[in-house]
Nanobody, 122 residues
Framework: QVQLVESGGGLVQAGGSLRLSCAAS????????MGWYRQAPGKQRELVAA???????NYIDSVKGRFTISRDNAKNTVSLQMNSLKPEDTAVYYC????????????????WGQGTQVTVSS
């Protein structure tokens, strides 16, 4: 089985910074796309940022210029550096990964972390 374990959430004042990290463990062949989603109370889960294995990134408009996603393919980790945080960034943040496993054939499956709370006070 594959597990994604997140760390780095917490409480920060507006304008502050936090860094989220996520490590994948278990038996698998490789990881394709990795990303961070967030879900605020009463709202749908939304994609914040994603990164391909080759390093191509995309961001939701509201975090462009403030958040940076990165990954270490050798360590199977993905991070989200969040700067200039705003109260509207408050949410539970989830790590997501498209993981390739091989037995007789190879297939990819979506995995999620348990979520980490980010709270930005005004």
């Amino acid at each position: 089985q594959v597990q994604l374990v997140e760390s780095g959430g917490g409480l920060v004042q507006a304008g502050g910074s936090l860094r989220l990290s996520c490590a994948a463990s278990g038996r698998f062949f490789s990881i394709n796309r990795m990303g961070w989603y967030r879900q605020a109370p009463g709202k749908q889960r939304e994609l914040v940022a994603a990164i391909t294995r080759g390093g191509s990134t995309n961001y939701i408009d509201s975090v462009k210029g403030r958040f940076t996603i990165s990954r270490d393919n050798a360590k199977n980790t993905v991070s989200l550096q969040m700067n200039s945080l705003k109260p509207e960034d408050t949410a539970v943040y989830y790590c997501n990964a498209d993981v390739v496993s091989c037995a007789v054939i190879c297939s990819s499956n979506d995995y999620w972390g348990q979520g980490t709370q980010v709270t930005v006070s005004s």
